[in-house]
């Protein structure tokens, strides 16, 4: 089994409490989705403030245009410093994402941490050079793209 990693960094120039209150907001991940991926957010528990144990649905078409079910629960929450969420059912064998954010001179600091193994054992290994590393690149460069149009840059 290979567990491959994405780090992405992005400053912004927002306060700390207007990027906690956006992206602890699971609907506002369809903002910052490429439309293609058909991305519909199902919140469980809505209206609810992110906490530990949350489910998340969602509906993702990232193959082919086949839409598939993929459902997170958010395993640990630091109110203002970070959240992680973990695949339960979805596209991947495993996906662990953490998204930090820190104060910094001017605005903020957002950091993604996730470690995720592509399912299909061999196969999958072969294709995530090609297909599942492009796919997600694009993914994390769309979103980076959208939060500077959204909030700007530090950068």
Known sequence: MKIYTIHEKLKLPITLDIAWDFFCNPANLKVIT????????????????????????????????IPMTWVTEIK???DHEF?????RFGPYSFWH??????????????EDLVHYVVPM????????????????????GYRKTKMQELFGTLD
């Open 76 to 78: 640990n929450v630091t």
């Open 97 to 110: 994402h953490k998204h930090f954010f820190t104060s910094v001179e001017g605005g903020v600091l957002m």
């Open 121 to 140: 054992g061999m196969f999958g290994r072969i294709a995530h050079p090609f297909l599942v590393k492009p796919s997600l690149e694009k993914i994390f």
């Open 34 to 65: 490429p439309d293609y991926m058909g991305f519909d957010v199902k919140i469980i528990h809505e209206g609810k403030k992110m906490y530990s144990g949350m489910i998340i649905a969602y509906t993702v078409k990232p193959l082919l245009n």
């Open 83 to 87: 959240f992680i969420d973990e695949q």
